[in-house]
């Protein structure tokens, strides 16, 4: 496999925008280690030269859409990201999002698609009822875990 430097960079993007502490990356002949202890690291374990620091600004999260920020009611749940990516609510730029608040989903409705190196992974809702909010802007870099749509569950 021959990575190119663009997927190189997005390698970088996807490590600088997550919380991970380390990775330490093989693929054939390529090894790529990499340490956070305040800024990211580039050295190995024992190089005795100084890491330089990186000062870090965590991004403002994305304000909900249909529905003030908070936690979900009772009777609502919050649909997670599976992995971590750019999060799309559409499956091409100008077409109607997959879902809107309103929409009934069942646990097979496609929420949208999180995007990682160049492979799109649809996302499923996973639970059945009425999407109240959706949670995390179309086209926006998302974390593992972080809520993407709001769903307030079928009594």
Known sequence: MSLTAKDIAEIARLLDESKFASLDLTMGEFRLRIRRDGGW???DED????????RR?????APPLGQEAGAARVGEVDVPAPLLGNFYAAPRPGDPPFVQPGDT????????IIEVMKLM??????????V????????S???????LVRVRLKS
Do not use: K
């Not at 870099?141 to 809520?147: F, S």
């Open 105 to 112: 989903v069942d646990e097979e409705s496609m929420i949208g």
């Open 41 to 43: 690291s580039g050295r």
């Open 132 to 139: 109240v909010a959706i949670l995390a802007a179309d086209g």
């Open 57 to 61: 600004t965590e991004p403002e999260p």
């Open 121 to 130: 992974n649809p996302i499923r809702a996973g639970v059945s009822g009425m």
């Open 141 to 147: 870099a998302i974390e593992e875990g972080q809520p």
């Open 47 to 54: 190089d005795d030269a100084p890491a330089p620091a990186v």
